[in-house]
């Protein structure tokens, strides 16, 4: 343990060294030129048409763009052309002042009243191979492998048991089966365990991706609403497509006191509500845990440039500081990425386990039916 804290503190005093000598050289141009946090932050979550580059602001990995003009006609290049404020093909990221913001925008003439041709934003039809998108097939492709693995497996060495990285996800499988699946939905559970197994792993992989720095990893996709909202959404789907009769007659006629159900449908109106509150709970559940464990990461690091300015001994203490509670918050954050996986699964078995509830009548058997 003391080895430990020994070489973590020879690490923070080498990260520390430079950023203190670059502080009091540097200390007149850093006072000029200040520190936006708020653009850096959303730089860093949000969704982008380059992959950036550890350690470089500048440098960014070109992904393709892939845009439909006002006209209708179909245009393909490398996102490179479009970075820094250039143009490209009548197309440009759009600026602070415009209302897309660090999106792909394109320029089309539009005539005034008064006769006069001018030039104007406009937002294209955009298939682009962005950032998120690129993570989000990365991911795809993770899990399968991982899965694919297990099964060439089972083909090969029959029932002996996996070691190593595959006796892992055999582990995993076993545990959300066994453990979540299985106990809650009973004799449904091969039903819907291959869903509920597939979400389980796709939002582990894509959480532990968010926090590695470097490429394939660092995309923010748990931490993007519209990437939980999908995943939330198809959950619902599930649930109301395949709901029995006695769940869709507890939503429409509950069993309650009358007056609760007519003349004002006060329950009615209650369950129905319930329906789209329950993917909004896994919607805003995961987004809301992943993206704060990324601010909080983000901000910590930013503490050693904003404190820059005050001096070497200030820039000194805060990186270590920094350096030491960023770790600890990473080290959190690959538990939360378990534990949100594996809520999520949770709560996506147990609402479908809700919606496939019988009632006395379907539990009947056509015998004790006959003997009545």
């Given at each position: 343990?003391?080895?430990?804290?020994?070489?973590?503190?020879?690490?923070?005093?080498?990260?520390?060294?430079?950023?203190?000598?670059s502080?009091?050289?540097?200390?007149?141009?850093?006072?000029?030129?200040?520190?936006?946090?708020?653009?850096?932050?959303?730089?860093?979550?949000?969704?982008?048409?380059?992959?950036?580059?550890?350690?470089?602001?500048?440098?960014?990995?070109p992904?393709?763009?892939?845009?439909?003009?006002?006209?209708?006609?179909?245009?393909?290049?490398?996102?490179?052309?479009?970075?820094?404020?250039?143009?490209?093909?009548?197309?440009?990221?759009?600026?602070k002042?415009?209302?897309?913001?660090?999106?792909?925008?394109?320029?089309?003439?539009?005539?005034?009243?008064?006769?006069?041709?001018?030039?104007?934003?406009?937002?294209?039809?955009d298939?682009?191979?962005?950032?998120?998108?690129?993570?989000?097939?990365?991911?795809?492709?993770?899990?399968?492998?991982?899965?694919?693995?297990?099964?060439?497996?089972?083909?090969?060495?029959?029932?002996?048991?996996?070691?190593?990285?595959?006796?892992?996800?055999?582990?995993?499988?076993?545990?959300?089966?066994?453990?979540?699946?299985?106990?809650?939905?009973?004799?449904?559970?091969?039903?819907?365990?291959?869903?509920?197994?597939?979400?389980?792993?796709f939002?582990?992989?894509?959480?532990?991706l968010?926090l590695?720095?470097?490429?394939?990893g660092?995309?923010?996709?748990?931490?993007?609403?519209?990437?939980?909202?999908?995943?939330?959404?198809?959950?619902?789907?599930?649930?109301?497509?395949?709901?029995?009769?006695?769940?869709?007659?507890?939503?429409?006629?509950?069993?309650?006191?009358?007056?609760?159900?007519?003349?004002?449908?006060?329950?009615?109106?209650?369950?129905?509500?319930?329906?789209?509150?329950?993917?909004?709970?896994?919607?805003?559940?995961?987004?809301?845990?992943m993206?704060?464990?990324?601010?909080?990461?983000?901000?910590?690091?930013?503490?050693?440039?904003?404190?820059?300015?005050?001096?070497?001994?200030?820039?000194?203490?805060?990186?270590?500081?920094?350096?030491?509670?960023?770790?600890f918050?990473?080290?959190?954050?690959?538990?939360?990425?378990?534990?949100?996986?594996?809520?999520?699964?949770?709560?996506?078995?147990?609402?479908?386990?809700?919606a496939?509830?019988?009632?006395?009548?379907?539990?009947?058997?056509?015998?004790?039916?006959?003997?009545?």
């Amino acid at each position: 343990m003391k080895r430990i804290v020994f070489l973590l503190s020879l690490i923070c005093l080498v990260i520390a060294s430079p950023l203190c000598m670059s502080a009091e050289d540097n200390a007149e141009e850093k006072v000029e030129k200040k520190i936006n946090p708020k653009e850096i932050i959303f730089e860093h979550l949000g969704d982008g048409y380059g992959w950036e580059v550890p350690f470089s602001h500048d440098l960014r990995i070109p992904l393709p763009v892939i845009v439909r003009d006002y006209e209708g006609h179909w245009h393909c290049f490398s996102s490179s052309r479009i970075q820094h404020g250039k143009e490209y093909d009548g197309f440009r990221l759009g600026g602070k002042d415009s209302k897309w913001h660090n999106k792909l925008v394109g320029m089309k003439p539009v005539t005034q009243p008064d006769g006069k041709v001018v030039m104007e934003e406009y937002r294209p039809w955009d298939i682009s191979i962005t950032k998120n998108v690129l993570a989000i097939f990365i991911s795809v492709f993770i899990v399968m492998w991982m899965v694919l693995k297990v099964a060439a497996w089972y083909r090969s060495a029959g029932y002996k048991a996996p070691r190593k990285f595959t006796g892992a996800i055999e582990a995993m499988i076993e545990f959300i089966y066994k453990g979540v699946i299985k106990p809650t939905l009973g004799e449904q559970a091969p039903r819907f365990a291959p869903y509920l197994l597939t979400v389980f792993f796709f939002i582990l992989v894509m959480n532990l991706l968010g926090l590695i720095v470097i490429f394939p990893g660092g995309a923010n996709l748990t931490g993007n609403i519209a990437v939980t909202l999908v995943l939330s959404v198809i959950t619902f789907l599930i649930v109301n497509i395949f709901g029995t009769k006695h769940y869709w007659k507890e939503i429409f006629w509950p069993d309650v006191p009358l007056w609760l159900k007519f003349p004002i449908p006060i329950m009615p109106v209650i369950e129905l509500f319930g329906i789209f509150t329950k993917p909004a709970a896994l919607t805003v559940r995961l987004f809301a845990n992943m993206m704060g464990g990324h601010i909080i990461v983000i901000v910590l690091t930013l503490l050693i440039f904003i404190l820059a300015v005050m001096g070497p001994v200030v820039t000194g203490a805060t990186t270590v500081v920094s350096i030491l509670f960023s770790i600890f918050m990473l080290l959190i954050d690959v538990l939360v990425s378990f534990v949100q996986a594996y809520v999520f699964t949770m709560l996506s078995t147990l609402f479908i386990a809700l919606a496939q509830e019988k009632g006395h009548e379907e539990h009947k058997t056509p015998e004790t039916k006959t003997n009545k």
